[in-house]
């Protein structure tokens, strides 16, 4: 499974987009660029993921890059309650496993 | 369906105790998974079943550990003779067999301590 690199940390201000990176540029051609996000003392929430093509659905947007090296989470109208640690992982589809590193600490701040 | 439960939410136990915790995937989903997650850090893998047979066991689950799928329903994770490194959030998750990514939905977890 390919390893990914998200910052530590990042603020967005409520009802502004929230742009959150990531780079996985080990990332094999089966693998599926998943997100999850971890509201403090819950179990984890998917939230979306893709292959190759731009996704969305009614939490976020998916934005891969061509080369597909990294990607970009964006929630377009952030609130207080998206106030989470959001992790990027790299996954095949075979198993479905998934391999969370440390993840992006999103505050969203009044 | 009121998606996967996980039970007990909360265990305490003495450390050289045996402990078992529950998962009640989503009923239609045919794989089913466990992470274990301390403090501040993200889960970790620990294994996985497609319906009632395990397919993979992470280094991190030591023979003192052992999960089941009996009849790919709910499933069971035991930890025999706790230690303090035990002491960790341990998760459920579970996911159908799709060829277009696997979207896995995920428990509230069981918080176990062990002192």
Sequence with gaps: DAKTTQPTSMDCAEGRAANLPCNHSTISGNEYVYWYRQIHSQGPQYIIHGLKNNETNEMASLIITEDRKSSTLILPHATLRDTAVYYCIAGSSNTGKLIFGQGTTLQVKP | ?115
């Excluded at chain 2, 790919?72 to 998750?93: H, N």
Aim: glycine share 8%; hydrophobic share 25%; with cysteine.
């Design chain 2, 1 to 115: 369906d009121t998606g996967v439960s996980q039970d007990p939410r909360h265990k305490i136990t003495k450390r050289g105790q045996n402990v078992t915790f529950r998962c009640d995937p989503i009923s239609e989903h045919n794989r089913l998974y466990w992470y274990r997650q301390t403090l501040g850090q993200g889960p970790e893998f620990l294994t996985y079943f497609q319906n009632e047979a395990q397919l993979e066991k992470s280094r991190l689950l030591s023979d003192r550990f052992s999960a089941e799928r009996p009849k790919g329903s709910f499933s069971t994770l035991e930890i025999q003779r706790t230690e303090q490194g035990d002491s960790a959030m341990y998760l459920c998750a579970s996911s159908s067999r799709t060829g277009m990514g696997t979207e896995a939905f995920f428990g509230q977890g069981t918080r176990l301590t062990v002192v």
